[in-house]
């Protein structure tokens, strides 16, 4: 499921501006099938322009019924009535998803027999410090299993002991959910940490979720801003 909001707040439209011939919403829709990881894909939206896009292309997408806040609650309401045990989010603005790290999130489950875990996400090292102090760069810190702890605009670990080498992470905004951990996200309200922080993923840690991050090493480029289109643009060419 790739959510797909027309009215981006930092960057207006953003899923249709052009990469390299094809808008970005398209751009991932062909990456996620590409994996063929997947038995389906689906464009989760609200806006017209970008569902007649998917569709004249020949893939396939779904109108949102209602006004959601988040991607977690625009895919839970397109999920509620299909049999599926398994839903990975793929971020629309995520043109270089590629097969590895997907993969990596979906072992995750076959490996958990005691079905433990209720979501997987991603995160990849950090070291430029501009991206570090970057509040559109989501930060994440994990307990020695690689469950998450906390996620933050902030830096997070704080590096007040100097000696010490502080380890960054960066939450890539890709998600696999049990079905019924989004069922419950949907109709959980939102709490004070996730509204200060902006942060979805909080609201599954707020009401005791089990998040198991897998480390990647594919950083990819998520286009929030004018300036990430022009090096998507680059990297692409």
Known sequence: MIPARYAASRFPAKLMQDLSGKPVILRTYEAAVKTGLFDEVFVVTDSDVIYNTIISAGGQALMSQKEHDCGSDRIAEAVTHMDV????????????????????????????????????????????????????????????????????????????????????????????????????????PMLPLEAIEKIEAIRYLEYGKKIKMVETTVSGIEIDTPEDLKRAQQAWK
């Open 85 to 188: 045990d398994i839903i990975v989010n793929v971020q629309g603005d995520e043109p270089f998803t590629d097969r590895e790290s997907l993969a990596g999130v979906l072992e995750v489950f076959k490996q958990d027999p005691d079905e433990e875990i209720d979501l997987a996400s991603l995160m990849v090292r950090i070291t430029d410090a501009g991206e570090i102090s970057n509040p559109n760069t989501v930060k994440v810190i994990v307990d020695n299993r690689n469950f998450a702890l906390y996620f933050s605009r902030s830096p997070i670990p704080y590096p007040r002991n100097k000696d010490i080498e502080s380890i960054y992470y960066k939450h890539k905004g890709i998600y696999a959910f049990r079905k019924r951990a989004l069922m419950d996200f949907q109709r959980l």
